[in-house]
């Protein structure tokens, strides 16, 4: 358990303090940061303001594209400042082909932590700008926004995606025009692409097992487990190949001594770890053939194959090779939501995702990884905000009390839909999974009450606000 | 935290005793835990009154119910006979906090509770509250504040079981300098409302003992809107009870919370709701009636429609199946 999701990918100032701390001191430094210190100086997901105009021609295809965007990344603009999470920029025009587009970004500097990088950095933010556009949009052309999308979305797997969920979710039995839905608590739904350039491999990764006589075997990587199942993907590509079970692997990972293996970050681990293993793998079958000559040492040939090495383990070394991984994992939210116009209360009845990362090495972390990445969009569509006082500048909510993540009673029923390319190799998925719910849930509200909330978290004070109910403060 | 004593006290006596000037009362520990470990209080013991005899009960009479205040909140939710009686209370307890909170929440703890206002709760922010001399809120981030705020602080009290007894017309017995003391709900919070240095109207050494509740009103209903779906605090909570006789409604009550210091009672509105039948007409113009003085501020006027219909459907809840 646990996890990273970008914030610790760089040192940071904190952790080079705690480094010359250490070497001054001669002893060891932990660093520890309370919510509270996270809150106050160490860094933030940029923020972003997005202005966004779209034109297209009658029957839906996007035309041109006019954006501006700004966001506070932090001190000196964000950029490299040790945070690891790049500036305020977002990819923009997001996913869509527009042959016209003109684009301003700029990132405004801040006597604060520098930018750090949260969970697929600028692509969150750039789905919710551009998929409520094109929603927007395809409610002004009065056409079903799935059917925009697919006029639009260059990507011929996200096509086959949509689709696919399409028919799952039932979205043209349940698809009913914006703010139609009848009584008190309406429906809606809403759909959004997620696309992550990313995920491909670390070339560098190295890797090495230790062969025993007694049979068992032990994988040693530089790479980190933050959580996403590393440590499992590594005994389930080595029991494959080696025709073992999974439980009769032992890995070890999370050690400077062992072979430099890749960042945890950027969906890129599975990617680089994955062929690494398998070039482990297979040098050890032919190093035990040479050795024991045995033609086959794999699954019942095994223990009388690692008895013959005699007294002396046998040590492999392997690297990534080409050919076994790639990148550009691409992915499709539905989300169906239920939203009280005299409360403001959403409630997100369902989501679909449908998603590919190349080949599925493991099943239930892939899906583990998906389910996780849903729920952190639904917490950041509807909960999650960081309120700052105006007057003073401190943040006025660093704790999980009123920095508001979902419970078990906000997550919904989540069904996905996997797409497994073995042609492609080996995709992470980590971060594309959290990209499109956001959009999907914004579009869902707008084309359940009829009119758009353009900010997140859309709580139920912005809700009641956009349906107009709100009367104006009364100056005491 | 700061360094403290810590002793088991096992009569009421010594436990007014031990706490002294300087001391805190410990019973489920939820909100004083977190006011310790934020240095907004640092009582020199902690005396666990846990052990106190014959607290943990809730006694069952004929015209008044007796509920000790060491009895957890979800001994209330789990009450099969409370919920029974006073339905209003079963679920004012079950939207509490978490499952765990309320597993060891107590009715005490929860009347009794500091305000959550996130200047207050700062570490770094002096305001009103901590004798400061600003209140931070009121032109600032004021989204989860009162809507009822002629007075100097105006962080909302929060306490669900509050809101719910002030309608049940519940007393709170406190132990005040060796004497049993009645307070009405308005009297348990006025001071939060006059005295921004206060959370409630109880001294230090002040102990809640038990909570009284007519069994006059045997409709009731507790509802709340939060942003989330459940371990949120309420937006805006709404609690209404009365008696139901030929379909019109007898000594009704209505209070809000979460939207003044104090548990908001319209008058006005209590004596406009007797005698009528519910509809859809006499719980809005009833609406309009408890919302009528609201100066809402600058983000918080979202409660206004929220509350109104919190109270539109809380009060229509009252008709149950008959």
Same mark, same amino acid.
Request: charged share 20%; proline share 7%; with cysteine.
């Given at each position: 358990m646990g996890g990273g999701f970008g914030a610790k990918f760089g040192a940071g100032v904190e952790g080079i303090l705690a480094a010359k701390l250490s070497r001054e001191a001669k002893a060891p430094v932990r660093l520890m940061l309370t919510r509270f210190d996270e809150a106050l100086a160490v860094g933030n997901r940029p923020s972003s303001f997005q202005k966004i105009k779209i034109g297209a021609t009658a029957d839906g295809?996007?035309?041109?594209?006019?954006?501006?965007?700004?966001?506070?990344?932090?001190?000196?603009?964000? +950029?490299?400042?040790?945070? *690891?999470? @790049?500036? &305020?920029?977002?990819?923009? !025009?997001?996913?869509?082909?527009?042959?016209? =587009?003109?684009?301003?970004?700029?990132?405004?500097?801040?006597?604060?932590?520098?930018?750090?990088?949260?969970?697929?950095?600028?692509?969150?933010?750039?789905?919710?700008?551009?998929?409520?556009?094109?929603?927007?949009?395809?409610?002004?052309?009065?056409?079903?926004?799935?059917?925009?999308?697919?006029?639009?979305?260059?990507?011929?797997?996200?096509?086959?995606?949509?689709?696919?969920?399409?028919?799952?979710?039932?979205?043209?039995?349940?698809?009913?025009?914006?703010?139609?839905?009848? +009584?008190?608590?309406?429906? *809606?739904? @809403?759909? &959004?692409?997620?696309?992550? !350039?990313?995920?491909?491999?670390?070339?560098? =990764?190295?890797?090495?097992?230790?062969?025993?006589?007694?049979?068992?075997?032990?994988?040693?990587?530089?790479?980190?487990?933050?959580?996403?199942?590393?440590?499992?993907?590594?005994?389930?590509?080595?029991?494959?190949?080696?025709?073992?079970?999974?439980?009769?692997?032992?890995?070890?990972?999370?050690?400077?001594?062992?072979?430099?293996?890749?960042?945890?970050?950027?969906?890129?681990?599975?990617?680089?770890?994955?062929?690494?293993?398998?070039?482990?793998?297979?040098?050890?079958?032919?190093?035990?053939?040479?050795?024991?000559?045995?033609?086959?040492?794999?699954?019942?040939?095994?223990?009388?194959?690692?008895?013959?090495?005699?007294?002396?383990?046998?040590?492999?070394?392997?690297?990534?090779?080409?050919?076994?991984?790639a990148d550009h994992a691409c992915g499709v939210q539905f989300a169906e939501v239920e939203v009280d116009t005299e409360t403001g209360l959403v409630t997100v009845k369902k989501i679909l995702g449908v998603h590919d990362c190349g080949l599925i090495v493991n099943k239930i972390t892939l899906e583990s990884q998906i389910n996780g990445g849903i729920i952190m969009g639904l917490g950041y569509a509807l909960y999650e905000e960081r309120v700052m006082d105006n007057l003073s500048g401190v943040v006025l909510n660093p704790n999980f009390e009123t920095y508001k993540l979902p419970g078990i009673a906000d997550v919904p029923d989540i069904e996905i839909v996997l797409i497994n390319m073995p042609e492609r190799g080996v995709i992470g998925i980590g971060e594309p999974a959290t990209v499109p719910t956001a959009g999907a849930i914004a579009n869902a509200v707008a084309n359940a009450i009829g009119v758009r909330v353009s900010s997140l978290p859309i709580t139920p004070a912005k809700i009641l606000a956009a349906l107009g109910k709100v009367p104006p403060p009364v100056n005491a | 935290m700061k360094a403290f004593e810590y002793a088991t006290a096992h009569s009421t006596d010594s436990a007014r005793q031990l706490v002294a000037d300087k001391g805190a009362y410990l019973a489920g520990g939820n909100d004083l835990l977190g006011l310790l470990k934020e240095y907004l209080v640092s009582p020199n013991i902690l005396v666990n009154i846990k052990s106190l005899p014959g607290l943990d009960k809730i006694e069952r009479g004929g015209k008044i119910w007796t509920i000790g205040s060491l009895v957890t909140v979800a001994q209330i939710e789990d009450d099969a006979e409370v919920k029974k009686v006073f339905p209003g209370l079963h679920e004012a307890a079950s939207e509490v906090a978490s499952q765990q909170i309320r597993n060891v929440a107590t009715v005490g703890g929860n009347l009794a509770q500091h305000s959550r206002c996130w200047y207050f709760r700062h570490r770094d922010t002096v305001c009103l509250k901590k004798n400061g001399d600003l209140c931070y809120a009121r032109n600032g981030e004021n989204r989860y504040h009162s809507l009822f705020t002629g007075n100097p602080c105006i962080s909302p009290v929060v306490s669900s079981l509050a809101t719910i007894f002030t309608t049940l017309d519940a007393t709170a017995i406190v132990l005040r300098d060796g004497k049993e003391t009645r307070m009405s709900m308005a009297e348990l919070y006025q001071r939060a409302w006059e005295n921004p240095l206060a959370h409630n109207s109880l001294n230090n050494g002040d102990l809640i003992l038990r909570v009284e509740i007519p069994t006059t009103r045997s409709r009731s209903a507790y509802m709340q809107i939060s942003d989330k779906h459940a371990f949120d605090w309420a937006l805006v909570s709404c609690a209404a009870a009365a008696e139901v006789v030929d379909g019109k409604l007898k000594s009704p009550r209505v209070a809000l919370g979460s939207i003044s210091p104090v548990p908001h009672q319209v008058e006005a509105a209590n004596s406009f709701l007797d005698g009528k039948i519910l509809d859809d007409a006499t719980v809005s113009q009833a609406a309009d009636l408890i919302l009528k003085d609201a100066k809402p501020l600058e983000h918080n006027a979202y409660k206004m429609p929220m509350a109104h219909a919190l109270i539109r459907r809380t009060l229509l809840k009252l008709k149950g199946d008959a």
């Open positions: 295809t996007l035309h041109a594209f006019e954006a501006e965007n700004y966001g506070t990344a932090g001190i000196g603009g964000g +950029g490299d400042a040790g945070g *690891g999470g @790049g500036g &305020a920029d977002i990819p923009m !025009p997001y996913i869509y082909k527009v042959p016209n =587009t003109r684009v301003k970004q700029s990132s405004v500097a801040v006597n604060a932590g520098s930018a750090r990088a949260f969970r697929a950095p600028g692509n969150p933010p750039a789905s919710f700008g551009m998929e409520s556009a094109m929603d927007d949009l395809a409610v002004k052309l009065g056409m079903d926004p799935l059917e925009l999308r697919l006029k639009n979305d260059p990507s011929e797997i996200r096509q086959r995606e949509y689709k696919l969920g399409a028919e799952k979710f039932g979205w043209k039995q349940k698809y009913q025009k914006p703010g139609s839905s009848p +009584g008190v608590v309406k429906t *809606g739904i @809403g759909c &959004a692409g997620a696309a992550w !350039p990313a995920g491909g491999a670390s070339k560098s =990764t190295q890797g090495e097992a230790q062969i025993n006589p007694d049979g068992s075997i032990e994988f040693r990587l530089g790479v980190q487990d933050i959580g996403t199942g590393t440590r499992t993907v590594i005994a389930v590509v080595a029991a494959e190949i080696l025709g073992l079970k999974p439980e009769q692997i032992t890995v070890r990972v999370g050690d400077t001594n062992f072979p430099p293996g890749p960042g945890s970050g950027g969906s890129t681990t599975c990617a680089s770890i994955s062929p690494t293993v398998f070039d482990v793998c297979t040098k050890a079958l032919e190093q035990l053939q040479t050795q024991t000559g045995i033609a086959d040492a794999r699954g019942e040939n095994w223990f009388a194959a690692c008895k013959k090495l005699g007294v002396s383990p046998l040590v492999v070394h392997g690297q990534w090779q080409q050919g076994l991984s | -």
